[in-house]
């Protein structure tokens, strides 16, 4: 048995943690020491101690970052937050939190939704205002594949995927190949382009998102870009991360979705930001589907927290390090990858390897570790809460499907005795 990854102190200043060095979970920025002194101020964060302050089995869970638990620090923010209504939009917490967004993504108002499904569905139904209308996307899209046909159902939208030429991203040319312009009564107008960054754990590069937004807006009536960024804060990171990235990233957008839960470890909640307009017609679209919220700073506080612990606490950076020293296990024991690994997911090509997803899932399971069935196989996704002991599990995986373990696969990473030396991600426990 190897022993999970250390605790690390937090850098704030240089916004990227540290280096693995064992400290005193009391010690942490917002955990809680569980004396009983603590016990008596509060017993609500006694009763939620145990599990607030355990990585529990998303430590061993390889299916998604969306397995990724709330902290203490996540609990403490929930204690301390204000109980006001956020219908009325009287919730100092909630108000803050949604400047606090709109300010990191260089847009003018934020609105709190339950989910990133709801984030993007609100944000679609809002920009599309009357019909005949129809949405360009990616073929692979989260809201064209895995939104129960939101788009269709909310909506009445057309929807066209499009595979993207290059096989990686959606470029200039692929969108003026099938967008539909013509003011015609045969057609159903583009009004809604919507990307996605990251897709599929790849990242969009930056020149094309402008050179579609460029496009998007010299339209007559302009095109609406729409980015589902749930896991954005991951393309921020691959390109040296921080606030200014993350604004370079979103404001080329009249709307984006930025996710909580996924990778940054929040019990729930996504946010859209947009212009000040488009917020308030969200706003009313949101009580439409039903996501009008009373208490919502129990919400904000914990996301709030979780974005700057999380993101800008850097804590991404070493996910996506040792997602590339996976994939490169893979690769140098022979395997091939169906996608390149760009982010924190590594994408394995198992028909190559000579396994189905069923049997994979099963070896997986028998390894003590968790990998989706049915959907998604293949994917490995690499959190901060991922523990040594796992990837080292998952190394033994490679070994069973593919060969035998060469021992000098681990030199870079210090040996058995200390495996992640460097490389590990921190946890907040």
């Given amino acids: 048995m190897f022993a999970p990854f250390q605790h690390a102190h937090l850098d704030h200043s240089h916004r990227r943690a540290s280096r693995i060095s064992p400290v005193n979970p009391d010690d942490v920025e917002g955990s809680n020491s569980n004396t009983r002194a603590d016990r008596d101020d509060n017993e609500a964060v006694v009763v939620g101690s145990t599990a607030w302050h355990t990585r529990g089995s998303a430590q061993f869970d390889f299916r998604s970052d969306f397995v990724t638990t709330p902290n203490a620090a996540m609990l ?7 109980l006001c209504d956020d219908e009325t939009m009287e919730d100092p917490t909630t108000n803050d939190f ?11 108002d934020a609105l709190l939704v339950l989910s990133g499904t709801m984030g993007n569905q609100v944000a679609l139904r809002t920009a599309l ?3 005949p209308y129809s949405i360009l996307c990616d073929s692979r899209s989260h809201i064209l594949r895995m939104e129960a046909g939101g ?4 909506c009445g939208a057309l929807i066209q995927g499009v595979v993207p030429s290059n096989g990686h991203h959606l470029t200039l040319a692929d969108v003026k190949k099938h967008i539909a312009l013509r003011d015609d009564i045969y057609d159903c107008p583009t009004r809604v382009i919507s990307l996605e960054n990251t897709l599929s754990g790849t990242v969009m590069p930056i020149r094309d998102i402008y050179e579609i937004s460029e496009f998007a807006r010299r339209q007559s009536p302009p095109i609406h870009m729409h980015l589902d960024g749930a896991r954005l804060w991951e393309a921020v990171e691959a390109n040296c991360g921080g606030p200014g990235r993350l604004v370079m990233h979103a404001r080329r957008f009249d709307s984006v979705t930025l996710c909580f839960s996924k990778g940054l470890g929040a019990p729930l909640g996504s946010i ?3 212009s000040k307009a488009f917020i308030k017609r969200a706003r009313v679209m949101r009580k439409l589907l039903g ?3 009373r208490q919502a700073g129990v919400i904000a506080a914990p996301a709030r927290a979780a974005v700057d612990q999380i993101f800008l606490g850097g804590l991404l950076r070493n996910a996506q390090r040792v997602a590339k020293f996976i994939s490169s296990q893979w690769v140098m024991k022979g395997g091939k990858l169906a996608q390149p690994t760009e982010t924190n997911m590594v994408w394995l090509d198992l028909e190559a390897a000579g396994i189905s997803g069923e049997s994979f899932a099963d070896i997986m399971e028998d390894a003590g570790l968790r990998a989706f069935r049915g959907r998604l196989e293949g994917r490995i996704v690499v959190h901060y809460q991922i523990c040594g002991e796992a990837v ?9 499907i593919l060969g035998a373990e060469d021992e000098k696969d681990l030199e870079d990473l210090g040996g058995k005795e200390e495996p992640w030396r460097g490389i590990s991600p ?4």
Avoid: D
């Avoid at 921190?426 to 426990?429: F, H, S, T, Y």
């Fill in 272 to 274: 859209i930001v947009g």
């Fill in 392 to 400: 080292y599990a998952l190394l033994g995986v490679f070994k069973n």
């Fill in 291 to 293: 996501g009008g919220m």
């Fill in 426 to 429: 921190p946890v907040l426990w």
């Fill in 129 to 131: 205002a009357s019909p």
């Fill in 98 to 108: 949604q400047e606090y967004m709109a300010g990191l993504t260089g847009h003018e």
């Fill in 76 to 82: 403490k923010a929930i204690v301390n937050t204000t």
């Fill in 151 to 154: 788009a269709a159902t909310l």
